[in-house]
């Protein structure tokens, strides 16, 4: 295994202890910020995915992860066993993402940015508006966390692992997704997609897959979320939710497969540093974006990595490769 | 035997200005052909058209009897037809077996059945014979970025063949190479050219270069094909030597 | 009818500000490449500096001013300086992303350093109605029209009839050859910028006094503008106008005769229509193929 695959198994395997080791030492209000995290992570993977990976830029993500909690909601408070719902939840984004991604990938010019916003707005619109099925801006109450063969993740702790094991397994599968052609794919498409075309890459194709899934990631973060905090309302699904985990995407380090993990960390610690500051963390945040973007544009990971030259001149996988566009 | 590549009557202009006027003719199976034409000649847009990078503005072009006018450049591939840049476009940050896999991958079955298959799309072998034949295998695991500009070309070339086209269309191979690497190059197209039979096309500014591989030679200026045949009665030809020198 | 004409006329004069804001946020992209994500709160962003003046004690039409002065300075020059021109070497993605950081931070500026709550104000003229062909029209909006209107005329003859405007835009459409002809980009580029400041600048403070002055305002104009341009095609200027006038008829048209609480979806569903079906919008050229 070469070097690059020796480091990131080693912070795989050093994230894995602290994150399996941590919550016996906080308190119900700790544990429910690392369930956060570990949530957020699963959508900032996605969003990482089509920003990192195929460079685009998506303000629905949350947007996805509202419609896979509403549908966790719905479902689960129709009588349907949770994990039918998970899966629904995953798969309605997909197919949504494909459709809406479809005609806004045809042209340049980050039109996707635009329809994802518009996607965003008229998402929210129908939660609020909706009130038969929603319940519109009085929300849905009292969603109750599932029950594997016996196994109840009603507490804190038990949530908590439930969440851990599922970013586990998506993060799982999205390596190793990176791993195949695929990745490789990815790589060309971003880092150039006019030699891609002519390798017989099909850049709109791989482009709308890496949106579609990471729709899809972000549904199934919504259907772990509504669980979580087990009340649901329109408000916050909308325009802030997108652009809070894109700056988590950002700050972590677009294109790396460890920023979300990063990223996801800061946006759910840095309310709680700034407590003292009351309530200007938001402003702090994008402040502190806006730097990053003008000195280090791979974001902290990016930093990291300039600061510990990992990088050798041996050829790396595309799984340690971050978009062009960001390279200083 | 039918042509493998046909362009009949391509136009293609910008704005006022015409730099494809009514350019015609065929590949032949096996054929090297190259296109040479002073700057501004219209070499590169009428590759362009031919390539899908650019629609004309009226014409066909013809792959083995197919219309493929404006197809998109990645349908081409599919179809047989690769190419390389005149700008060097490998893939810095992969390795020089990596970006030779990337290039054949698209190839190897559906999208889908590469997402659950071997993560080398079962190129492994392909890649490494491509590295020997190109004489690259101290370089297979270096980044293609750390190549000299030369060795780049090779592996350019390299990931044109990668898919075993039944076209190649050759953009400036030898520009900016360097007098050995160059005679290599010349030497693998024309082994590989006989080992697949296969058919190339060719922009050159390098007359000897042209010349040395080439088994027939068009020449355009200004946007039309002013001669046409071998090599040798090309060299020779009063209309290209003035077209040349009058520029 | 009477009602229609109402709404016509009120149609046309937020058109007209849509309008202002749609061309401004264009050009940047023509001349630079900026899709500035940050151009709702732009035009958010100056009624909070005039209504500070005022409170400083400087009455309206010198508020006004000062206003617009701050606005090119901050919004054109500080913008252009301090965030685009050091991301420009990454990319167009880096300097995305950093206007939507911008846009998230002017909000929580204005919500953090001024107020959270709507404030009221100004109005260009007393609010009265008129009474034109039988219909009620109000004053304010006629006075929108009009500055609005004024304001196009201006720009259309600045871009077209002067050397300075003729320079700019082509900078904009071609600026290597601009370079060629001796045109100096740089400056051309920095113009527009200061223009896009003024544009917004003009446009908060004929459209505040509906909307009233609130931290969230950029989110809805942001929206408008983004719209109108794409509606228009992102390409021209010309388009930006038509976007902008097309949408604000619309919009106020589909409040009344399409349901309340959808209001806001029809020009959304505009977008989508739009992209989907004629992407380079109503007057856009269509452009070569790149992928």
Request: aromatic content about 10%; overall charge positive; hydrophobic content about 55%.
């Given at each position: 295994?070469?070097?690059?695959?020796?480091?990131?198994?080693?912070?795989?395997?050093?994230?894995a202890?602290?994150?399996?080791?941590?919550?016996?030492?906080?308190?119900?209000?700790?544990?429910?910020l690392?369930?956060?995290?570990?949530?957020?992570t699963?959508?900032?993977?996605?969003?990482?995915?089509?920003?990192?990976?195929?460079?685009?830029?998506?303000?629905?993500?949350?947007?996805?992860?509202?419609?896979?909690?509403?549908?966790?909601?719905?479902?689960?408070?129709?009588?349907w066993?949770?994990?039918?719902?998970?899966?629904?939840?995953?798969?309605?984004?997909?197919a949504?993402g494909?459709?809406?991604?479809?005609?806004?990938l045809?042209?340049a010019?980050?039109?996707?940015?635009?329809?994802?916003?518009?996607?965003?707005?008229?998402?929210?619109?129908?939660?609020?508006?909706?009130?038969?099925?929603?319940?519109?801006?009085?929300?849905?109450?009292?969603?109750?966390?599932?029950?594997?063969?016996?196994?109840s993740?009603?507490?804190?702790?038990?949530?908590?692992?439930?969440?851990?094991?599922?970013?586990?397994?998506?993060?799982?599968?999205?390596w190793?997704?990176?791993?195949s052609?695929w990745?490789?794919?990815?790589?060309?498409?971003?880092?150039?997609?006019?030699?891609?075309?002519?390798?017989?890459?099909?850049?709109?194709?791989?482009?709308?897959m890496?949106?579609?899934?990471?729709?899809?990631?972000?549904?199934?973060?919504?259907?772990?979320?509504?669980?979580?905090?087990?009340f649901?309302?329109?408000?916050?699904?909308?325009?802030?939710?997108?652009?809070?985990?894109?700056?988590?995407?950002?700050?972590?380090?677009?294109?790396?497969?460890?920023?979300?993990?990063?990223?996801?960390?800061?946006?759910?610690?840095?309310?709680?540093?700034?407590?003292?500051t009351?309530?200007?963390?938001?402003?702090?945040?994008?402040?502190?974006?806006?730097?990053?973007m003008?000195?280090?544009?791979?974001?902290?990971l990016?930093l990291?990595?300039?600061?510990?030259?990992?990088?050798?001149?041996?050829a790396?996988?595309?799984?340690?490769?971050?978009?062009?566009?960001?390279?200083? | 035997?039918?042509?493998v590549?046909?362009?009949?009557?391509?136009?293609?202009?910008?704005?006022?200005?015409?730099?494809v006027?009514?350019?015609?003719?065929?590949?032949?199976?096996?054929?090297?052909?190259?296109?040479?034409?002073?700057?501004?000649?219209?070499?590169?847009?009428?590759?362009?058209?031919?390539?899908?990078?650019?629609?004309?503005?009226?014409?066909?072009?013809?792959?083995?009897?197919?219309?493929?006018?404006?197809?998109?450049?990645?349908?081409?591939?599919?179809?047989?037809?690769?190419?390389?840049?005149?700008?060097?476009?490998?893939?810095?940050?992969?390795s020089?077996?990596?970006?030779l896999i990337?290039?054949?991958?698209?190839?190897?079955?559906?999208?889908?059945?590469?997402l659950?298959?071997?993560?080398?799309?079962?190129l492994?072998?392909?890649?490494?014979?491509?590295?020997?034949?190109?004489?690259?295998?101290?370089?297979?695991?270096?980044?293609?970025?750390?190549?000299?500009?030369?060795?780049?070309?090779?592996?350019?070339?390299?990931?044109?063949?990668?898919?075993?086209?039944?076209?190649?269309?050759?953009?400036?191979?030898?520009?900016?190479?360097?007098?050995?690497m160059?005679?290599?190059?010349?030497?693998?197209l024309?082994?590989?050219?006989?080992?697949?039979?296969a058919?190339?096309?060719?922009?050159?500014?390098?007359m000897?270069?042209v010349?040395?591989?080439?088994?027939?030679?068009?020449?355009?200026?200004?946007?039309?094909?002013?001669?046409?045949?071998?090599?040798?009665d090309i060299?020779r030809?009063?209309?290209?030597?003035?077209?040349?020198?009058?520029? | 009818?009477?009602?229609?004409?109402?709404?016509?006329?009120?149609?046309?004069?937020?058109?007209?500000?849509?309008?202002?804001?749609?061309?401004?946020f264009?050009?940047?992209?023509?001349?630079?490449?900026?899709?500035?994500?940050?151009?709702?709160e732009?035009?958010?962003?100056?009624?909070?500096?005039?209504?500070?003046?005022?409170?400083?004690?400087?009455?309206?039409?010198?508020?006004?001013?000062?206003?617009?002065?701050?606005?090119?300075?901050?919004?054109?020059?500080?913008?252009?300086v301090?965030?685009?021109?050091?991301?420009?070497?990454?990319?167009?993605?880096?300097?995305?992303?950093?206007?939507?950081?911008?846009?998230?931070?002017?909000?929580?500026?204005?919500?953090?350093?001024?107020?959270?709550?709507?404030?009221?104000?100004?109005?260009?003229?007393?609010?009265?109605d008129?009474?034109?062909?039988?219909?009620?029209?109000?004053?304010?909006?006629?006075?929108?029209?009009?500055?609005?209107?004024?304001?196009?005329?201006?720009?259309?003859?600045?871009?077209?009839?002067?050397?300075l405007g003729?320079?700019m835009?082509?900078?904009?459409?071609?600026?290597?050859?601009?370079?060629?002809?001796?045109?100096p980009?740089?400056?051309?580029?920095?113009?527009?910028?200061?223009?896009?400041?003024?544009?917004?600048?003009?446009?908060?403070?004929?459209?505040?006094?509906?909307?009233?002055?609130?931290?969230?305002?950029?989110?809805?104009?942001?929206?408008?503008?983004?719209?109108a341009?794409?509606?228009?095609?992102?390409?021209?200027?010309?388009?930006?106008?038509?976007?902008?006038?097309?949408?604000?008829?619309?919009?106020?048209?589909?409040?009344?005769?399409?349901?309340?609480?959808?209001?806001?979806?029809f020009?959304?569903?505009?977008?989508?229509?739009v992209?989907?079906?004629?992407p380079?919008?109503?007057l856009?050229?269509?452009?070569?193929?790149?992928?």
């Amino acid at each position: 295994m070469n070097r690059f695959g020796v480091v990131a198994l080693g912070a795989a395997l050093i994230l894995a202890i602290v994150a399996t080791v941590a919550p016996f030492f906080l308190r119900r209000y700790g544990i429910y910020l690392i369930s956060m995290w570990a949530v957020l992570t699963i959508a900032a993977i996605g969003l990482n995915l089509t920003l990192g990976y195929a460079g685009q830029v998506s303000l629905a993500q949350g947007a996805f992860v509202g419609i896979g909690a509403y549908t966790v909601a719905l479902l689960t408070q129709s009588g349907w066993p949770y994990p039918a719902a998970f899966v629904c939840a995953g798969a309605l984004c997909f197919a949504i993402g494909w459709v809406l991604g479809y005609p806004a990938l045809r042209v340049a010019h980050h039109y996707l940015a635009f329809v994802t916003l518009a996607f965003t707005t008229l998402v929210f619109l129908v939660l609020r508006n909706e009130e038969w099925l929603t319940n519109g801006i009085y929300g849905i109450n009292g969603i109750e966390r599932p029950m594997f063969f016996g196994w109840s993740t009603g507490s804190a702790l038990d949530f908590y692992f439930f969440c851990l094991g599922m970013l586990a397994v998506l993060s799982a599968a999205t390596w190793w997704m990176l791993r195949s052609p695929w990745g490789r794919a990815f790589l060309a498409l971003r880092e150039n997609p006019i030699r891609a075309l002519s390798l017989g890459l099909d850049t709109r194709r791989y482009t709308l897959m890496a949106f579609a899934i990471g729709s899809s990631l972000g549904g199934m973060a919504g259907a772990l979320y509504a669980p979580l905090v087990q009340f649901i309302e329109p408000g916050s699904f909308g325009l802030g939710m997108s652009f809070n985990l894109l700056l988590m995407v950002i700050v972590g380090g677009s294109g790396y497969f460890f920023g979300p993990f990063v990223g996801a960390l800061v946006a759910v610690l840095l309310p709680e540093w700034t407590r003292f500051t009351e309530g200007y963390y938001l402003l702090i945040y994008a402040a502190l974006v806006m730097v990053m973007m003008a000195f280090s544009p791979s974001g902290l990971l990016g930093l990291v990595e300039r600061v510990s030259k990992v990088m050798t001149r041996r050829a790396a996988s595309p799984l340690a490769l971050r978009a062009k566009g960001t390279e200083p | 035997m039918s042509a493998v590549l046909e362009v009949s009557n391509l136009r293609k202009s910008f704005g006022g200005i015409t730099a494809v006027h009514d350019v015609s003719f065929d590949v032949r199976e096996g054929e090297i052909l190259g296109i040479i034409g002073p700057n501004g000649s219209g070499k590169s847009t009428l590759f362009n058209c031919v390539l899908g990078q650019l629609q004309p503005n009226a014409g066909e072009v013809r792959v083995d009897g197919r219309p493929t006018t404006g197809m998109r450049p990645c349908d081409l591939n599919g179809l047989g037809v690769s190419r390389t840049f005149q700008l060097l476009q490998v893939f810095p940050q992969l390795s020089v077996r990596d970006n030779l896999i990337l290039a054949g991958q698209e190839h190897r079955g559906s999208m889908l059945s590469r997402l659950f298959g071997r993560s080398d799309a079962g190129l492994g072998d392909a890649a490494e014979r491509m590295i020997s034949f190109f004489q690259l295998s101290h370089l297979a695991d270096e980044q293609a970025g750390a190549l000299s500009y030369g060795q780049q070309k090779l592996l350019d070339a390299a990931m044109a063949f990668m898919a075993g086209p039944r076209l190649v269309l050759l953009d400036e191979p030898a520009g900016g190479v360097n007098l050995t690497m160059l005679a290599h190059l010349r030497e693998r197209l024309r082994a590989y050219h006989a080992e697949r039979n296969a058919t190339f096309v060719v922009i050159e500014h390098q007359m000897e270069f042209v010349m040395a591989l080439c088994t027939r030679v068009l020449v355009l200026a200004e946007g039309r094909i002013i001669a046409q045949g071998a090599p040798q009665d090309i060299r020779r030809n009063p209309i290209v030597i003035e077209a040349y020198l009058g520029h | 009818m009477e009602s229609f004409i109402q709404l016509l006329v009120s149609g046309l004069a937020t058109g007209a500000i849509y309008a202002l804001i749609a061309v401004g946020f264009s050009l940047l992209w023509q001349t630079s490449h900026t899709i500035n994500f940050a151009q709702g709160e732009f035009v958010m962003l100056p009624a909070f500096f005039i209504l500070a003046a005022m409170n400083a004690g400087a009455p309206f039409w010198l508020a006004a001013l000062i206003g617009i002065a701050l606005s090119v300075v901050v919004l054109g020059f500080l913008f252009k300086v301090v965030i685009v021109d050091p991301m420009l070497k990454y990319g167009v993605l880096p300097l995305v992303i950093s206007t939507i950081a911008l846009s998230l931070f002017l909000k929580e500026a204005a919500k953090d350093f001024y107020s959270s709550q709507a404030q009221p104000f100004p109005t260009l003229v007393p609010a009265t109605d008129l009474e034109v062909f039988g219909a009620v029209v109000s004053t304010q909006s006629l006075a929108v029209l009009l500055v609005a209107i004024v304001t196009v005329v201006a720009l259309h003859l600045l871009l077209h009839k002067t050397r300075l405007g003729r320079s700019m835009q082509a900078t904009a459409q071609n600026p290597t050859l601009a370079r060629i002809l001796g045109i100096p980009v740089e400056r051309m580029v920095l113009y527009t910028f200061l223009l896009n400041a003024v544009l917004v600048a003009i446009a908060s403070i004929l459209i505040t006094p509906i909307y009233l002055a609130k931290f969230t305002n950029g989110e809805v104009l942001g929206m408008a503008a983004f719209l109108a341009a794409i509606i228009g095609g992102f390409n021209q200027v010309r388009g930006a106008i038509l976007g902008g006038v097309i949408l604000g008829v619309l919009d106020n048209l589909s409040a009344v005769y399409i349901s309340s609480q959808y209001r806001g979806a029809f020009p959304l569903l505009i977008l989508i229509a739009v992209i989907l079906l004629r992407p380079h919008g109503l007057l856009g050229r269509a452009e070569e193929r790149t992928v």
